[in-house]
């Protein structure tokens, strides 16, 4: 999944004039073809808004891919996961904002993050986003790059 939202984020957005993003990049909008070791993403039916930046949408699409992740598997699979999904899309560049999207809101922004983290309870949700923030920190810029 890494691999190709980097590989889509590399296009450029003829409706942005800029590089493209997915909107809604969760891991249900992932297939996988076993036989060539390739994902593949589908539904494009949801855009970010035009004012946004390509690099804040393309960060958002990393943060939404995460938040499903973290709301999917349990507490040992997660940070494993999530450095496979950080290394297959092989872009340190956006380590740094991504680390600064790494905290949940609180009151009614909350609760989106609710719904793309499957209801995971606040105390683990912090546990998991933690975790993250140190690996991106150790892990800035030692990235492979392909």
């Known amino acids: 999944a890494g691999r190709e939202l980097s590989r889509a984020h590399a296009n ?8 493209w993003s997915h909107g809604d990049p969760h891991t249900g909008n992932f297939i996988f073809d076993p036989a060539t070791q390739r994902a593949r993403l589908i539904d494009f039916e949801v855009m970010h808004h035009a004012a946004l930046e390509a690099r804040e949408r393309q960060v958002d699409d990393l943060l939404i891919f995460l938040q499903d992740l973290m709301g999917r598997i349990e507490c040992e699979r ?24 790494l905290v949940a809101p609180r009151g009614l922004a909350r ?3 609710a719904v ?4 995971l309870p606040a105390p683990e949700l912090d546990r998991r986003l933690a975790s ?3 690996w991106l920190a150790e892990a800035a810029g030692l990235l492979p790059e392909n």
Request: charged share 15%.
């Open 12 to 19: 450029r957005c003829p409706t942005y004039g800029a590089p």
């Open 78 to 101: 997660w940070l494993p996961n999530a450095q496979a999904f950080l290394e297959g899309y092989a872009r340190p560049e956006f380590l740094p904002l991504l680390r600064q999207h």
């Open 111 to 113: 609760l989106w993050w």
């Open 116 to 119: 793309r983290t499957t209801w």
């Open 132 to 134: 993250l923030r140190v």
